[in-house]
């Protein structure tokens, strides 16, 4: 919501109240409170939609994808959804109030749960046993949390979905058993 | 804490009170509460050993190991550790409370996520960049919680510190890019 981060990254996150950022968008506190509880809910409204397009995004990718690949293409398309529906300053403005405060964190991180949990059930539809699936999973959620937060510190215009492709490859290097010889002992 | 656990596990952690506690213990309320600030903390007590003895074996795992395996080494170390301090059907009783109790849960994930950031900042110092080092304890945890639940559903008396490498080795499986004779599209 475009008017509330204006607000926030103006006055800060404690200062604005809701009859404020509902005057900014132009709607009464009534039309306000029909879509959003309270002024925390600004900021995660687009949780579930979230949940559900990932799921979505991994559902349809394509059949002779691995679970990894599979992961790779649906961050790919969650990627360039948020991308064409926030702008990275919008972002970076609601990570910031998330941050500076606990108890949005303890609810950031329960989004990310929820996110590891709907990819694990999706993976588990894929034929995708354990503990595979949920390694995938948590892997994937990790691609897509440090993709997302190198894109908001990036200087450079690299797209979100051009970040979770690097912090994927990334994590298919860390994690490739190094090669013996290199090792002296 | 032993009696904590039988208690909780006898009547359910709800009913169970501090006192109750203390007295199975061998303990005065006082003494109790010089250990614990309340009874949610005898869950969590262990927590910032935790954090100190992953990052401690992280910086004593050999140099010449890869990020990654050096993590499994300290996954390894606190595995054994782990197993050492609490039975398992201690840690199913912990884990049985805390995953009934959503408040229980949240501090259950902040756990996790300083866990996280602790192994990120003992990567960093041994010259892992990023994203690199976010990705390796990211995966690394996922590794440690998955190893973890797996070691608790466990029927067949494997150690916890095999959860943990089954684990690992499966991350690295199932993050390899696929071999592309294999797709035929």
Chains 1, 2 share one sequence.
Do not use: N
Request: proline share 3%.
């Amino acid at each position: 919501m475009q008017a509330a981060m204006e607000l926030f990254s103006e006055r800060g996150y404690d200062r604005v109240t809701v009859g404020e950022i509902a005057a900014r968008a132009g709607l009464t506190e009534r039309t306000f409170f029909r879509y959003f509880t309270d002024k925390r809910e600004v900021l995660f409204s687009g949780s579930d939609m979230l949940v559900q397009a990932l799921t979505k995004a991994l559902t349809e990718a394509p059949a002779d994808e691995s679970p990894m690949e599979a992961v790779g293409s649906a961050l790919d398309a969650i990627a360039r959804a948020l991308e064409a529906h926030r702008t990275r300053d919008e972002a970076k403005v609601r990570y910031g109030v998330v941050t500076a405060h606990p108890e949005l964190m303890e609810r950031e991180r329960a989004k990310m749960s929820k996110l590891v949990d709907a990819l694990t059930v999706a993976l588990h539809k894929r034929g995708v046993e354990e503990p595979a699936a949920s390694l995938v999973a948590e892997a994937g959620i990790a691609v897509f949390r440090v993709g997302f937060e190198r894109w908001l510190e990036d200087e450079h215009d690299v797209s979100m979905a051009e970040h979770m492709q690097i912090a994927l490859k990334t994590l298919q290097q860390v994690t490739a058993p190094s090669v013996k010889p290199r090792k002296k002992r």
